[in-house]
């Protein structure tokens, strides 16, 4: 569709041309920023990522997605090498050197390192971790309320991959955004294993019933930190939340629903599987939880 767009779209900002780069404690030009093609995240994914937004001088929440960080890499037996400060601080030494205030979106992303051999085996990882920092000029540019297809992809069991899990291997949301795209959406709808709604390929997932908000259970999606100010956010101000099984059925009767995630804060969704959500627009409860969580955000960088 000619009108394509994603939860992640930004304003074209020149600026980041010329951004500068973390890699591996020296901050290089983004043309020099390179890793070798015997790199564990290059060629199988092995690594965790956190995605951080920058306020007005903030980061947003840094405490909550540093420790989330560092329970992915203890989760798949990946020393860091760096202390929790001094990752921190590699994030501000990135942000100094590239003189960022605010709408500004970084991605840190660790992986077990160089191999070896170019095989599966984590001990062909000798050299030590891998880690970068890409910090860019980034405003959220979404022209119109998101449009959802259910896919046939599925977040998955623990014991496969756990979607818990902010892993480099990807694939299966990948599949996921490619077969919404092809039946006309902008992103991909996923359900859990016993058929219930779950997710999308990239936010976690919210609806609006009579002024009741209602998320999953949370056990097959990614726990979210915006997920969970949202959550937080309603039970401090009287908005009946629930986290809970439900189905397709109860989310095409939805009167409103909405994305979250780190990069878009809150994002309205206008219809799912070419059904209207509501009126097509971001409702009323939307509207309040996004004033909401500006007034959280502006509370943490004053």
């Known amino acids: 569709m000619t009108d394509h767009q994603t939860t992640h779209q930004a304003a074209e900002d020149a600026r980041n041309e010329t951004i500068r780069i973390w890699l591996n404690g020296q901050i290089v030009p983004k043309a020099e920023a390179l890793v070798s093609v015997y790199d564990s995240g290059f060629m199988l994914g092995d690594g965790v990522w956190e995605g951080l937004r920058l306020y007005d001088g903030t980061w947003a929440f840094a405490d909550e997605h540093l420790n989330r960080l560092f329970e992915a890499a203890k989760a798949i037996d990946l020393d860091i090498g760096k202390t929790r400060a001094e990752v921190m601080q590699a994030i501000l030494d990135t942000q100094a050197a590239n003189e960022m205030e605010t709408d500004a979106h970084a991605r840190l992303m660790v992986t077990r390192g160089v191999k070896t051999r170019p095989f599966q085996h984590p001990s062909l990882s000798q050299q030590g971790p891998t880690m970068t920092i890409i910090m860019e000029h980034s405003k959220p540019k979404i022209a119109r309320p998101i449009r959802l297809a259910t896919v046939p992809h599925v977040r998955g069991l623990p014991m496969t991959q756990d979607p818990k899990l902010n892993s480099h291997s990807k694939l299966n949301c990948i599949l996921a955004c490619i077969a919404a795209e092809k039946a006309g959406a902008d992103e991909a709808l996923m359900l859990d294993i016993n058929g219930f709604v779950n997710t999308t390929n990239a936010c976690n997932f919210f609806i ?10 949370g056990d097959y999606c990614m726990n979210g930190i915006t997920r969970q100010k949202v959550i937080d956010l309603c039970r401090a101000n009287d908005i009946p939340v629930h986290e809970r099984n439900y189905s397709l059925v ?27 959500i509501g009126d097509g627009q971001q409702g009323p409860v939307t509207t309040r939880l996004q004033a909401l969580y500006k007034a959280l955000i502006r509370q943490k960088t004053v």
Do not use: C, N
């Open 208 to 217: 609006v019933r009579k002024g009741v908000v209602w998320t999953s259970t």
């Open 250 to 276: 109860d989310t095409y009767g939805a009167d409103e629903a909405f994305l979250t995630g780190t990069f878009g804060a809150q994002t309205p969704v206008s219809s799912i599987d070419g059904r209207m």
